[in-house]
């Protein structure tokens, strides 16, 4: 009998300290001879952007994961890390393995592409280096071109480090997803206390604000030592996308979102850290201060993923930023969140597109949002409400792509929402173009709350707007030929350890109706 995912979560440990098969038989040869550390791998692993016949593994060798210079603890020396993927979790039916080299320049981060593969099914990969070996984590591939079948992903967003521990990436990877789909502000960079959320402070960054490429990988690696955030990754692939804290706080294009004097500086090193720590493909690798986010990922024939970058092809945003009502500029023809090109992709991949679901990941509020009770309006500058004409341009040309099925998953709130995406959000009677599904945050602003009459009354306020909760969370979304089932799971608490997940809205998409049931 195949083993489940939560017996290979409870399992993976004494996996790794299984007998490891070296590439040539005999011990691993590194380029540093002679070394023993203390334990590399304290960051866990990961794996991400499957196809059909490949996968990428990810890990980065830190035995001292919070030294202040960035380096984890290693030398500045190239190190060599052998790498296993098997058809088993006890790792007897190896399927590929291989060398490759871990170098000082890169934080001594690997990304192995690993291809050949046999397309929707489950692997386990480790790695070796140093004499240590690594935890186990389960992988799959994406199902061949053609194949219906069914899919289970979650998605999830903003994972504050100081506002509570991560139990929602602990029940994320108990929910036995196929997939992991990544929202945005993976990571935080403000410096300790720099933002207190609704329940205070539960935990404490290490170090300052983020500002050189050491900051952010020493960040990055403070986050990555949660157990619960390494359990979700080993639990299965997950594709990735950044919003605005993996760099600076609102940051649009080449505009510091503080004013910041060395703020192209500050992206470099924000986007090259990003890269560094999380399972993408070499044609992510930032070149400067600038990397290629948005992608494609193929889930057989039911789905597709069209993953969007809203940060770097933005324009400043209007009005100072912020909650704001009146804003004159927000409404201007050529103000643009996606940059023309990326618009053009987006729209040229879902009219080319053949898949049964095509589902848009992207960072910020795409329905309107005014959280004015009563007359008059109060926007967020920093979402879709602050680059209105695009997102209607944007909007009209989904709809006439003829693309099947378009669910947008959104991140960035830390509230749940369930939307339809209308053509003039002034009409009720106005086409449904599409559904938004808002995850709310896995810790950041702390516990949350529910307030059943504010909720209501934003409701009403926007009537688009299904459901709103904002406690902590994630979204289970199950999908198959004739229907995408989404349920918003939720945390009473990230303040103190152990809070159950429970599902506090359920809706059902029905293929071809976009529309909420």
């Known amino acids: 009998m195949q083993p489940s995912r939560r017996t290979f979560l409870a399992g993976a440990a004494a996996a790794a300290a299984l007998p490891y098969l070296t590439t040539g038989g005999g011990a691993p040869v590194a380029l540093w001879r002679g070394l023993r550390l203390a334990d590399p791998f304290t960051l866990g692993v990961a794996s991400g952007d499957p196809t059909a016949d490949g996968i990428v593994l990810w890990t980065r060798l830190a035995p001292r994961p919070l030294d202040e210079t960035g380096r984890g603890g290693m030398p500045a020396r190239p190190v060599e890390v052998e790498w296993q993927l098997a058809a088993d979790e006890r790792f007897r039916r190896i399927m590929r393995k291989g060398t490759v080299t871990a170098r000082p320049e890169h934080a001594h981060s690997v990304h192995v592409e690993v291809a050949g593969l046999e397309p929707g099914r489950e692997y386990f990969y480790r790695f070796r280096a140093l004499g240590e070996v690594s935890p186990a984590g389960r992988t799959r591939t994406a199902p061949a071109p053609g194949t219906l079948g069914a899919l289970t992903f979650v998605t999830a967003s903003c994972a504050h480090y100081e506002h509570g521990y991560y139990t929602a990436y602990r029940r994320l990877a108990q929910e036995e997803p196929d997939l992991v789909v990544h929202l945005g502000d993976y990571m935080y960079e403000y410096g300790r206390g720099g933002y207190t959320g609704i329940s205070g402070l539960v935990r404490r960054h290490a170090g300052g604000k983020c500002r050189t490429l050491a900051d952010y990988r020493t960040r990055h690696a403070q986050y990555k030592t949660d157990p619960d955030l390494q359990a979700a990754h080993a639990a299965a ?128 509020i795409m329905a309107r949002h005014d959280v004015a009770l009563g007359p008059g309006r109060e926007l967020n500058m920093d979402s879709w409400d602050g680059y209105a004409a695009e997102r209607a341009r944007l909007l009209a040309g989904i709809r006439d792509s003829g693309a099947s099925n378009p669910v947008v998953l959104t991140g960035d709130a830390h509230i749940h929402h369930a939307a339809d995406l209308r053509l003039d959000f002034d009409d009720p009677d106005s086409p449904r173009v599409a559904v938004e599904l808002v ?75 976009s529309v909420l049931a």
């Open 237 to 364: 692939p997950w594709l990735v996308v950044f919003d605005d804290h993996e760099v600076e706080n609102n940051w649009a294009g080449p505009v510091s979102g503080t004013g910041a004097k060395d703020f192209a500086a500050r992206r470099r090193a924000g986007l090259r850290a990003y890269y560094e720590n999380l399972p993408l493909r070499r044609s992510a690798m930032p070149r400067g201060d600038r990397m290629r986010l948005h992608r494609r990922i193929a889930w057989g024939s039911l789905a597709a993923f069209h993953l969007l970058d809203t940060r770097q092809f933005r324009d400043d945003q209007a009005c100072h930023d912020g909650l704001r009502s009146g804003c004159d500029a927000a409404l201007a023809a050529d103000r643009t969140l996606l940059g023309a090109d990326q618009r053009e992709w987006l729209l040229a991949g879902l009219r080319r597109s053949a898949a049964r679901w095509n589902l848009i990941g992207q960072q910020t």
């Open 439 to 513: 995850t709310s945050s896995i810790s950041s602003d702390g516990d949350g709350y529910r307030d059943h009459a504010r909720m209501a009354a934003l409701r009403v306020e926007n009537p688009h707007i299904a459901y709103v909760d904002q406690r902590r969370g994630y979204i289970v979304c199950r999908v198959g030929p004739d229907e995408l089932r989404a349920e918003f799971r939720t945390l009473d608490y990230v303040t103190r350890r152990g809070a159950p997940a429970r599902t506090s809205a359920k809706f059902t998409v029905p293929s071809g109706q």
